[in-house]
């Protein structure tokens, strides 16, 4: 059995996992109501902010407009969205460990590297599903309610933070190869995400830093930053996601199991 073909069982025993686990449902819900959320908060925040001040104290706010939705969305996404789907999955490799299901095929003839694919496509393709579902929706919902001129790069802002969960896509397979729990793969990840944090403290390391992916999409948006200066931080998640896919090939392929 070559790589490829054996990464179509083991991508429908992704699926029917999905269906068991109710991840076909979480996962589409948890970013349906993110995208509904964001232009929603930003139309009603002025009103709850006045209905919530003490008598006397009178805000001076201005009307809510289609950034401030934008704003709500990469504020959201990336605090709510992300983590959510980092909890969901980072047990994608351990809950095989744990219920042994990996000898049987592997003693049948699967590849090892048919795995690591599925399990990162499957992440990937959630993601990416779940992603561009809640940018839709906010897309849709910021139109009904503003008109965007002088917003700029709507969709390059998008891909941004898109390709920064496509790196921690690659890193969660990494994570899960090299620890068989769930909460081992979460501290990896928490630790490389906060080790980004602390790589800002340098400024000249700052437009090398993934982490900007998530940061700098409203700069893109108002036009106070130009998609060509985001090439740096891409290209390095692009390389890290690589890396990682890479790492966790050559691992699987030695790990005891």
């Known amino acids: ?15 029917l996992e999905h269906l068991r686990n109710h991840y076909i449902l979480i996962i589409p819900a948890v970013f349906l109501l993110l995208g509904i959320m964001n232009p929603l908060t930003a139309k009603l925040m002025p009103t709850l902010l006045e209905n919530f001040m003490p008598d006397g104290v009178v805000l001076q706010l201005s009307e809510p407009a289609a950034i401030d939705s934008w704003m709500q969305f990469y504020k959201n996404v990336p605090q709510m969205g992300l983590i959510v789907f980092v909890i969901l999955y980072s047990g994608i ?6 219920a042994n299901t ?5 003693t049948r003839g699967l590849p ?5 694919i599925s399990k990162f496509l499957t992440i990937a393709v959630s993601w990416t599903l779940a992603f561009f579902l809640c940018f ?8 009904y309610y503003w008109d965007s001129d002088g917003l700029s790069h ?4 998008a891909i941004c933070l898109w390709m920064f969960g496509i790196m921690l896509a690659g890193l969660m397979v990494l994570g899960g190869v090299i620890f068989s729990h769930v909460y081992g793969n979460l501290l990896f ?11 800002n403290i340098w400024p000249k390391a700052y437009k090398y830093n993934p982490l900007s992916l998530t940061s700098e999409n409203m700069n893109i948006i108002n036009g106070q930053l130009q998609p060509s200066e985001m090439l740096i931080p891409a290209l390095i998640g692009l390389a890290v996601t690589a890396v990682s896919f890479v790492a966790a090939l050559l691992l699987f392929n030695k790990k005891m199991l």
């Open 154 to 157: 709507l969709m390059f802002a």
């Open 112 to 116: 090892r590297a048919s795995i690591v």
């Open 189 to 199: 990840i928490g630790g490389l995400v906060g080790a980004m944090l602390l790589f």
């Open 102 to 106: 990996l000898i049987i095929p592997l």
């Open 1 to 15: 059995m070559n790589t490829i073909t054996g990464c179509k069982p083991f991508i429908k025993k992704e699926l």
């Open 136 to 143: 839709g929706v906010s897309a849709a919902y910021t139109a």
């Open 93 to 98: 490799m351990s809950r095989e460990y744990s």
